[in-house]
């Protein structure tokens, strides 16, 4: 089975504070994807990461990076963390399989921005 | 553009009801991939089906059972004998095109809340 794990689910931090989100996956997948769900909105993509080092802006990059220094990891930073970026995070992995892939999701991390 | 609606944003049923979640989406491509996701209260998007544009047959697995109709670009679910732990969003997905991308683009979720 495909397992992709989030460091925390649950995360309280302060404006202004740089926080990492950590996303792993033991499936030796290529791609890794980064959202953020909120109510009505659905999921929209923050970044996603086709190979190590690779990075592509999704629909809503503004106020994130991401680092993908290893396969099995890619992670989330708000260099700065505002109130509206209080949401939750979600983390999937795909093989490279062009348009029939699958994405595998990771449990979320619930992130208050006080 | 790519799109995909799902009209109901919330659903309520009484257990052992059926219940059809809709999906319908827009593209231009020819070759596509439709999917849909379950999101417990846990959180966790579990994936359910993937279906191709080319593979019009009706599946169904267990209690579930999905529509795929190219003609009106619907892709609806079917839930029978709704049970309480049927109770998620769902989401459906469209794969984004040109290809390789591995993108994926998401309705906005149909919650589905079913009472004992």
């Known amino acids: 089975d495909v397992k992709v794990t989030q460091s925390s689910r649950y995360l309280v931090k302060r404006t202004g504070e740089k926080v990492f989100l950590e996303c792993v996956q033991d499936?030796?997948?290529?791609?890794m994807f980064w959202y953020r769900q909120d109510p009505g909105l659905g999921l929209r993509l923050i970044y996603f990461?086709?190979?190590?080092?690779?990075?592509e802006k999704g629909d809503i990059p503004e106020g994130y990076s991401v680092s993908r220094e290893k396969k099995e990891r890619f992670s989330l930073i708000l260099e700065s963390a505002s109130t509206n970026q209080t949401s939750m995070y979600l983390c999937?992995?795909?093989?490279?399989?062009?348009?029939?892939?699958?994405?595998?999701f990771g449990p979320g991390t619930r992130l208050l921005v006080l | 553009a790519q799109k995909v609606t799902q009209a109901q944003t919330e659903i309520s049923v009484v257990e052992k009801e059926d219940v059809t979640l809709d999906c319908v989406y827009e593209?231009?491509?020819?070759?596509?991939?439709l999917f849909w996701y379950k999101q417990p209260p846990s959180g966790e998007l579990v994936f359910l089906i993937r279906?191709?544009?080319?593979?019009?047959q009706n599946e169904i697995s267990g209690r579930y059972s999905w529509n795929f109709q190219k003609s009106t670009s619907s892709f609806n679910f079917t839930i029978t004998a709704s049970q309480v732990v049927d109770s998620a969003v769902y989401f459906c997905?469209?794969?984004?095109?040109?290809?390789?991308?591995?993108?994926?683009?998401f309705g906005q979720g149909t919650t589905l809340q079913v009472k004992p």
């Open positions: 997905a469209l794969s984004e095109s040109p290809s390789n991308t591995g993108k994926l683009i």
């Open positions: 999937a992995s795909s093989l490279s399989e062009g348009l029939r892939e699958t994405q595998y």
């Open positions: 990461s086709y190979d190590v080092k690779m990075k």
């Open positions: 499936m030796d997948h290529e791609n």
């Open positions: 279906r191709n544009s080319f593979d019009e």
């Open positions: 593209t231009r491509d020819t070759t596509y991939y």
